[in-house]
């Protein structure tokens, strides 16, 4: 590779403004594959992939290279294209190296981009819930934030980043996220354990051009707080299973089976139209349409909007990727482990998701001239939705591992893993000389599980300088990644 050829790489890998361990890295990943010149092997067409292509096929990936290679910043495609001959020159060992270093598409972060592209990454279970609705506009929300659609227009009226003001909890076990509308303003607030916290804060839709509402008012008032729960309490009085009330509905029952790929709300909204007629609506997604249906009372079959979420102001926020999670602890052992794991983990991810350890550590012992580190080795794919970081898969691996230090680094040269079908009999043959290790491996404790999340995720985002502040399981509360 010519010394300008290695200058556009440097360059381009810089301009991705990773940490400079990360960077280093990867530099030294591209430089020894260039040094290892094995100038008669070739390469075919289908490893190399033009920017172009990679356009066309982002997000909907059709072969595991483009699927690779997805979201990859346009300064790591200078590096596949200038680095053709290289590649040739090495085997592929150039395209190997950027594969170990490409980015993970997360799609658009804005209220509206979010909540419409979380139905293609298939992490949605239902579509988001109908917080209010009259003849003129309705009012969905997850939590991503809220969306105001003008049913009139057809187009987004407003967004409400609910994330910014703390609201993240519409999808929340002990806490809750609440909206309620009163004359032309939205009000947002949180509950937890069945009485209202905190504060409310109050928007008004007299200000809405289609973009993001940014201007709010503060509410402190203990009253007005409890006020706006009973009104929220009185409305959900009005929701209904949809899968109870439309299974057996013709016109939609087909939506519902288990084999359909249809998202619908989980609860039908009730309520009257401006003829007094009783009208009950969901939302339901189909084959990349996202439709509002209301039943009303007197006609026979149902009233269908098509919902456009895209309409409105253009989003400012351009797509999000993530970089691959490197483990910067000062635990050599661990790192060794986890660098052993890479490859394994990338099997059980979906499109768009990065793997982030959780790691759940029992012992470390040193015998015989080994070193022997004990642990369910979990790891998860996480995907981002806005400020929360949402797991959408797991892995779990109770294991012991045995490693030897070779200079100032560790080598993982065993594993001794708890297979399915003699679970419990694996980790008792492992521990047998550790019997207080056994009953840790046995002893279920989901704080301590959910802790090494946050430990793991919160050096993640510390390296990376990224404004996540939550992780989520699904159906639990999102929680703080930074200490305290």
């Known amino acids: 590779m010519s010394e300008n050829n290695k200058k556009i790489i440097k360059d381009s890998i810089d301009r991705l403004s990773p940490t400079e361990e990360q960077s280093l890295k990867m530099w030294e990943r591209l430089s020894e594959a260039v040094s290892e010149n094995k100038s008669g092997n070739e390469v075919t067409n289908e490893k190399v992939v033009s920017l172009e292509n990679v356009r066309k096929q982002k997000g909907k990936a059709g072969n595991k290279l483009v699927k690779t290679m997805i979201g990859v910043a346009a300064s790591i495609m200078i590096i596949i294209l200038a680095g053709i001959g290289a590649n040739k020159a090495t085997g592929g060992k150039v395209y190997a190296a950027i594969k170990e270093w490409v980015s993970i598409f997360q799609g658009k972060q804005d209220v509206a981009g979010n909540i419409e592209d979380s139905y293609d990454k298939n992490n949605t279970v239902y579509a988001p819930k109908i917080h209010y609705i009259d003849d003129e506009i309705l009012i969905l929300a997850d939590s991503r934030g809220a969306i105001v659609y003008d049913l009139d227009q057809g187009n987004v009226n407003a967004t409400i980043d609910t994330q910014k003001v703390d609201c993240v909890y519409f999808e929340g076990d002990k806490k809750q996220s609440h909206i309620v509308m009163e004359e032309n303003r939205v009000i947002v607030f949180n509950s937890e354990e069945n009485s209202p916290i905190g504060s409310y804060y109050t928007f008004d839709l007299s200000e809405a051009d289609g973009g993001e509402l940014t201007t709010y008012e503060i509410g402190e008032d203990k009253t007005e707080l409890d006020r706006y729960y009973q009104m929220w309490q009185l409305n959900e009085k009005n929701y209904e299973y949809t899968y109870e009330r439309y299974n057996e509905n013709e016109e939609v029952s087909q939506m519902f089976s288990i084999e359909s790929e249809s998202v619908y709300s989980e609860h039908s909204i009730n309520w009257t139209n401006e003829t007094g007629k009783n009208c009950s609506s969901f939302i339901l997604y189909s084959e990349g349409v996202t439709c509002l249906y209301t039943e009303v009372e007197g006609l026979d079959s149902f009233l269908v909007n098509e919902i456009d979420l895209g309409t409105g102001s253009p989003s400012e926020q351009e797509d999000i990727y993530l970089t691959e999670f490197i483990y910067t602890g000062d635990n050599g052992k661990i790192k060794a482990i986890y660098e052993?794991?890479?490859?394994?983990?990338?099997?059980?991810?979906?499109?768009?998701?990065?793997?982030?350890?959780?790691?759940?550590?029992?012992?470390?012992?040193?015998?015989?001239?080994?070193?022997?580190?004990?642990?369910?080795?979990?790891?998860?794919?996480?995907?981002?939705?806005?400020?929360?970081?949402?797991?959408?898969?797991?892995?779990?691996?109770?294991?012991?591992?045995?490693?030897?230090?070779?200079?100032?680094?560790?080598?993982?040269?065993?594993?001794?893993?708890?297979?399915?079908?003699?679970?419990?009999?694996?980790?008792?043959?492992?521990?047998?000389d550790y019997p207080e290790v056994y009953e840790q491996f046995i002893t279920l404790d989901d704080e301590k599980r959910v802790e090494s999340m946050r430990v793991y995720l919160e050096m993640y985002v510390t390296d990376n300088n990224l404004s996540i502040e939550y992780f989520s399981e699904y159906g639990s509360d999102p929680i703080k990644i930074l200490s305290e």
């Open 340 to 432: 052993y794991m890479r490859d394994e983990y990338t099997m059980f991810l979906e499109d768009n998701q990065v793997c982030i350890p959780g790691y759940v550590i029992y012992k470390e012992v040193e015998k015989d001239g080994e070193y022997l580190v004990f642990g369910n080795f979990w790891a998860y794919g996480y995907q981002l939705n806005g400020s929360i970081i949402e797991a959408q898969s797991g892995y779990e691996m109770p294991a012991c591992f045995h490693l030897k230090k070779e200079g100032d680094n560790y080598k993982v040269i065993s594993v001794e893993k708890a297979l399915d079908g003699s679970y419990l009999e694996d980790i008792q043959e492992f521990t047998k």
